[in-house]
């Protein structure tokens, strides 16, 4: 095959080499230097073998860089002359809880022409996430309901980009902000095998994002059978968990706000510790055994500094964090047991 492909729970390079996704995650385009600054060659030190790509349709950022589809196609080949399989995703509306949205907002882009033939030029090595943390499953007051419709939408939104010759993986974040992880695997309600099996190319990655302050997520990662033959894939894992918090507006009123950091997942407790007893090191300690890939967020910037790997985007100035997903003795990207190969067959 001309593309990576899944295989079973596992991913495949061209040459049919098994490849176990290892990395970061890189706002890019919260990176107010890009283009032409992506600093993926500081994340190619970290020892890597992949880096999520955030991109958007429509980033309202004010005075930011303008930024072109020629800026795309650079970038993904800076990834591949850094040896880093490129996961691209589309934020625009991260969390939204309407599945629709990814037909309705984020297909017309994929299937354009234009993007198509950009795509396609580094399909040998890409990876393409058609949506970051859309829909709803525990989240909802109808789960079954709204299960159903995230099925429908993700196939609608599936047969759209093989219809238009995109035969790459596709990655696909499940429901709640990414972090329900039984909406694929549960048995009787998971929808994971069969999203799959809708693809002609049977060419899909199901992600899950750990973001589990209050969540028994290991628990169902160990304990549910089903999980352990799904090609999973732990698209977000970090170090501090944001919550939405009560507040008052300018004018005195009751509203919400993000609270950054709110929750530690690193088993400090700077903070708040996770009810669940939930950490990250933890969590990469039982995946490496398991051969299920991750990716750690984020390298630079975000809204919470403690999250960042990096304090400036240079790999000379990795934080605590930072420093432990690259060098930790278990799990590192560089030094761990199940550190992640560079792929030999990227061109």
Sequence with gaps: MDTFHVDGRYLLDTADNRVVLRGVNLPVLDNWGFPPDSRISEVEKTGANAVRLQWYVNYKGGDRPAYTLSDLDTLLDECRLNRLIPILMLADFTCAGDPKVVNSGLIPWWT??????????????????????????????????ALASFQAEYKTAISAIRSHGLNMPVMIDAPDCGSSLEAFTNPGVGIGQDLIAHDPQRNVLLSVHAYWAAYGGMARLLGDPLAATLPLVFGEVANKQDEEVDATDA???????????????????????????????????????????WLAWSWWKDGCDRRQMTSTGNFTDLTLYGDDLVNNPTYGLRLGTFAAARTATLP
């Design 251 to 293: 004018a005195g009123l009751p509203t919400r706000r993000t609270d950054f950091c709110f929750y530690d997942l690193d088993g400090t407790s700077e903070r708040h510790p996770a009810p669940s007893g939930y950490s990250y090191q933890d969590l990469l300690t039982a995946l490496g055994p398991r051969d299920i890939g």
């Design 112 to 145: 354009d022409c234009n993007v198509v033939t950009v795509l396609n030029k580094h399909r040998k090595y890409l990876i393409i996430k058609l949506a970051n943390e859309v829909g709803q499953y525990r989240w909802s007051p109808s789960p079954a309901a």
